[in-house]
């Protein structure tokens, strides 16, 4: 007997999600506001689909845009990354 996982179409949702996040974030027209908005969402999503990585660079980038208010675009190389490992 094979058990379903449950959290199937719900990692389904999710990884639709972050093919959007990523091109949003790509996007340089994209607002520091909506870019933090799409940061801290990522930072407590994606650990409960097992993507720890991803929600170990979303929180540091999410506590410095607390910080700092704002972040070159290379703060995001990191993230961005690994969000394209994910989507692939």
Do not use: C, N, W
């Not at 650990?47 to 170990?56: E, P, S």
């Amino acid at each position: 007997m094979t058990t379903a996982d449950p959290l199937a179409p719900l990692r389904a949702k999710f990884l639709v999600r972050v093919a959007d996040d990523l091109a949003k974030l790509r996007a340089a027209e994209t607002s520091m506001k909506d870019r933090h908005y799409i940061v801290h969402r990522l930072a407590g999503a994606a650990g409960v689909f097992g993507y720890a990585r991803i929600t170990d660079l979303a929180r540091d980038l999410d506590d410095l845009l607390l910080d700092q208010g704002d972040a070159p675009p290379e703060a995001f190389a990191d993230l961005i990354a690994a969000l394209e490992g994910v989507a692939a």
